[in-house]
Nanobody, 123 residues
Framework: QVQLVESGGGLVQPGSSLRLSCAASGFTLDYYTIGWFRQAPGKEREAVSC????????YYADSGKGRFTISRDNAKNTVYLQMNRLKPEDTAVYYCATSPSWGSCSPRVYERGYWGQGTQVSY
């Protein structure tokens, strides 16, 4: 069964850190660009960060620049999002998704890929 599973969310305090994980099963992430997206209540889903299949190219939305770091461990079939100095406005459900190629880091580009069920980050 093809599946993406996010984990690592939770309740946070201002200035704290979380590491989100996106683990794949049923397929290998090696050849996919992976994106992290988030959706806050009443808002549209937005891009947080994306990473190329090799891990050599990354993108960060302005909201996370300097605070978030995306990485991947293809041996573990997992992508991570390290989030530091969290702010109340980071409250959202965070999703990971796949894309077969590097392109714009936007939910629309990834909409035909695999998506996880999301993990909640809350204050």
């Amino acid at each position: 069964q093809v599946q993406l599973v996010e984990s690592g969310g939770g309740l946070v305090q201002p200035g704290s850190s979380l590491r989100l994980s996106c683990a794949a099963s049923g397929f290998t992430l090696d050849y996919y660009t992976i994106g992290w997206f988030r959706q806050a209540p009443g808002k549209e889903r937005e891009a947080v960060s994306c990473i190329s299949s090799s891990g050599r190219t990354t993108y960060y939305a302005d909201s996370g620049k300097g605070r978030f770091t995306i990485s991947r461990d293809n041996a573990k079939n997992t992508v991570y999002l390290q989030m530091n100095r969290l702010k109340p406005e980071d409250t959202a459900v965070y999703y990971c998704a796949t894309s077969p190629s590097w392109g714009s880091c936007s939910p629309r580009v990834y909409e035909r890929g695999y998506w996880g069920q999301g993990t909640q980050v809350s204050y």
